[in-house]
Structures are given as structure tokens and as C-alpha cells.
């Protein structure tokens, strides 16, 4: 199965500051068959991207993803204090399909 | 709109078995399939399986042995039954509405509120 790591494990910005997360697999991803998810505290998660670069209805445009293979970045323009969560990376263009372990976005 | 409703939380003990309901709304029920997710307190997220919209399932070799999942498409309701639980299948379960799917697997563009189930003796 392909694994996927994710770093860092926490990041820690002020407001209005750039987030950079990666997620990186095991083995390539085909067709870049990548998402990320938005987990805010005591809530479901909630997709962000698909297609390693697409937004999802409703995602605000500071959230962009990008990468191809077996490197992918998830990428929050100018942070919003309403962006503390924690972000997951999932493959799904192989099975078992799989999640990264996170990356938590703390607020300063 | 689209929304996933789950039943609520349920303490167990251990050898039992939970069985965890979803209602769906808001779209055409066997358009979709669902997976269900689980996320142990303080951990990540894990895939259990999933069943489409023709009743076809995948699960997840961990839990082969031990779950099945179900579709009523007379009310709208995905189910999910986990048997033999363990203090280690504490978490809260998730239902997901499987939304674009390569050749094998999905990603998730709905989901529940989530179901905690507890196992302890």
C-alpha cells in the first residue's frame, strides 16, 4: 500500500502568514489521484482539494495544492485565524486507498 | 443540500458488536456510495471500507473478518456493523459520501457528524 507522510508534524504562523505542508508518498501516485482534507477542532473533516490542484465548492481561494509523482503541497496563502485544523492527505489512485498522518495548523 | 446524519454515540463492551446508521439527504441516493472512516481519540484518519451504489463492497483487510456494511435504499441509510469489538476500536466513526473514484478507490466530498463509540468493559 502506498504510505504518505506528511510534514511538519505542527506549524506554527501568525495571521496573514503562508503555510506550507507537504505530503509525500511511498511509490507514485497515479494520475495524481491526491486530496486534502480540513479537520477543525470536534468536527468532520472536510475536503479542501482534489486532483492534487483542484478546489472543492465552496474552498476559499487561498488554499491551493499542487505537486505530481510522489510530492504534493498544500499551500494557505495569507492564514485566517479559521484555519487552525489539522490537514490530511489521501491517495485514491490505488487500493487500499490511504491517509497521511497530518499536519496540525496552530495560530500564534 | 447534501447532508449525512449519523446515529448516536454507543458504549460497548468488549466482544460485542455496534451497528452505526447514516441517513442521507439532499441527492439521489444510489447515485453515490459511502465508506466509512474512523479516527481514534487523538489519532488519524483510518478507511474501513467502503459499498457503492449497487450494493458491491471493499473492506479493508484489517477489518475483513469483522465488519460488513449495508445499504437501505428504501430510506436513504447506509449502515455499518463492526462485531468482536476491543477496547482498541474506541473511536469516533465516520460515514462518507464517495465522490469522484478513480478505477479503485474514492475520495470523501460529504461527511457525517461522526459516532463515538466506546468499548470498555
Known amino acids: 500500500e502506498i504510505v504518505l507522510t506528511q510534514s511538519p508534524g505542527t506549524l506554527s504562523l501568525s495571521p496573514g502568514e503562508r503555510a506550507t505542508l507537504s505530503c509525500r508518498a511511498s511509490?507514485?501516485?497515479?494520475?495524481?489521484?491526491l486530496a486534502w482534507y480540513q479537520q477543525k477542532p470536534g468536527q468532520a473533516p472536510r475536503l479542501l482539494i482534489s486532483?492534487?490542484?483542484s478546489r472543492a465548492t465552496g474552498i476559499p481561494d487561498r488554499f491551493s495544492g499542487s505537486g505530481s509523482g510522489t510530492d504534493f503541497t498544500l499551500t494557505i496563502s495569507r492564514l485566517e485565524p479559521e484555519d487552525l485544523a489539522v490537514y490530511y492527505c489521501?491517495?485514491?489512485?490505488?487500493?487500499?486507498?490511504?491517509f497521511g498522518g497530518g499536519t496540525k495548523v496552530e495560530i500564534k | 443540500q447534501v447532508q449525512l446524519v449519523q446515529s448516536g454515540a454507543e458504549v460497548k463492551k468488549p466482544g460485542a458488536s455496534v451497528k452505526v446508521s447514516c441517513k442521507a439527504s439532499?441527492?439521489?441516493?444510489?447515485?453515490?456510495?459511502f465508506s466509512w472512516v474512523r479516527q481514534a481519540p487523538g489519532q488519524g484518519l483510518e478507511w474501513m471500507g467502503w459499498?457503492?451504489?449497487?450494493?458491491?463492497?471493499n473492506y479493508a483487510q484489517k477489518f475483513q473478518a469483522r465488519v460488513t456494511m449495508t445499504t437501505d435504499t428504501s430510506t436513504g441509510t447506509t449502515y455499518m456493523e463492526l462485531r468482536s469489538l476491543r477496547s482498541d476500536d474506541t473511536a469516533v466513526y465516520y460515514c462518507?459520501?464517495?465522490?469522484?473514484?478513480?478505477?479503485?478507490?474514492?475520495?470523501?466530498?460529504?461527511w457525517g457528524q461522526g459516532t463515538l463509540v466506546t468499548v470498555s468493559s
Open positions: 489521501q491517495q485514491y489512485g490505488s487500493s487500499p486507498l490511504t
Open positions: 486532483g492534487a490542484s
Open positions: 439532499g441527492y439521489t441516493f444510489t447515485s453515490y456510495g
Open positions: 462518507a459520501r464517495n465522490g469522484y473514484c478513480s478505477s479503485v478507490s474514492c475520495l470523501f466530498d460529504y
Open positions: 459499498i457503492d451504489a449497487y450494493g458491491n463492497r
Open positions: 511509490q507514485s501516485v497515479s494520475s495524481s489521484y
